[in-house]
């Protein structure tokens, strides 16, 4: 399935240089469960985010548009990761937003750290992060949210609710992904948007 035209960009807004391993782990995690190249590239820097003055958050819509258009023609998903908090206009934050059967998603490091045991090291803020990179990747391949709680296409509404749900694909939304990948393989990329 994967190729060198095929590769997942990651995306960092902003310095992760404190927090680097992190974007590698994503990185491998998305590897073994999608099973194309990545790469880290960053294409939008933290000051350029427009920040509503209002909600003191950024509307992350517009950034997927702009992912979107900057993407390079190799890049068959982009997944950005940014600190800043997220919001869409109907909701009081989001822990990402993607573009459904789109090229970009987005997701937040800013609420992931809530409700951490005290005892919790790094790998569990990690792994909730690596959950909503799939998920919202998942909706870049046309999933929608599933009803299986177990299921990474599991909508949740809390960080509770992220920790009961696993980093894999229920056998349904499996099918769903391979059949959408394997009509992106036999596409060219670049008329993908
Ligand atoms: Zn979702
Ligand atoms: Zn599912």
């Known amino acids: 399935m994967s190729s060198k035209e095929h590769t997942l ?4 807004i902003g310095d992760f240089d404190a927090d680097g391993e992190l974007l590698h782990y994503v990185g491998k995690e998305l590897r073994n469960l999608f099973g194309y190249e990545t ?10 985010l427009w920040l509503d003055p209002v ?3 950024y509307h992350s819509t517009p950034i ?4 979107a258009l900057l993407s390079p023609p190799e890049a068959v998903k982009v997944v950005a990761i940014t600190r800043v908090d997220l919001f869409i206009p109907i909701l009081t934050h989001v822990y990402g937003e ?3 059967g789109g090229k970009a998603c987005i997701l937040s490091t800013y609420r992931f750290r809530e409700a951490l045991p005290f005892t919790a090291g790094k790998e569990a803020f990690h792994y909730r992060l690596v959950k909503e990179a799939v998920h919202e990747l998942g ?6 949210h599933c009803r299986d709680s177990a299921c990474v296409m599991h909508y949740c509404r809390s960080v509770e609710e992220v920790d009961g749900k696993s980093k894999q694909f229920c056998r349904y939304c499996t099918v769903l992904l391979k059949d959408e990948m394997k009509r992106l393989a036999k596409e060219p990329v670049s008329s993908k948007q």
């Open 98 to 100: 993607a573009q459904l």
């Open 139 to 144: 909706h870049t391949f046309n999933l929608r």
């Open 55 to 57: 909600r003191k958050q």
């Open 64 to 67: 997927l548009e702009t992912l």
């Open 9 to 12: 960009v990651i995306s960092p």
């Open 39 to 48: 790469g880290i590239l960053p294409l939008i820097e933290e000051k350029d």
